[in-house]
């Protein structure tokens, strides 16, 4: 399964109603298959621009990355659940790429290709 990254800005609410939207968007997550790795909290900050959602206005958001594991045919309904979601500003959902080995990759080798008198 393809490792992927999501960025949740939630709006601005106390910490138990904030608790109950993550702990809704991480049972979402695991009912349609998907393995949560990690949940990250950025805390509350400005929006770069006020976002209008739901028939509310928001300047301010708290803003979560979950990292998780998932087959991608699940992607769309996810999103489509989290755009109803009266609590969520906006979600965005981003593919993590493998990580590079560094013994495999040289940034000094790479530039030798292109410039052989660095040798």
């Known amino acids: 399964m393809p490792r992927y990254e999501l960025a949740l800005i939630l709006k601005t609410m106390q910490r138990p109603e904030t608790a109950a939207a993550l702990r809704r968007t991480m049972e979402t997550l695991m009912e349609r298959g998907a393995v949560v790795r990690d949940l990250e909290n950025l805390g509350e900050r400005l929006l770069p621009y006020t976002m209008t959602k739901h028939n509310q206005n928001h300047k301010q958001g708290s803003y979560f990355l979950i ?53």
Do not use: E, Q, W
Request: hydrophobic share 40%; proline share 8%.
């Open 67 to 119: 990292d998780f594991y998932s087959a991608p045919n699940i992607l769309t309904g996810l999103l489509n659940h989290l755009h109803r979601d009266v609590d969520v500003v906006r979600p965005t959902v981003l593919k993590k790429d493998a990580p590079l080995s560094s013994s495999n990759c040289c940034v000094h080798s790479k530039l030798k290709v292109f410039n052989p008198s660095m040798m």
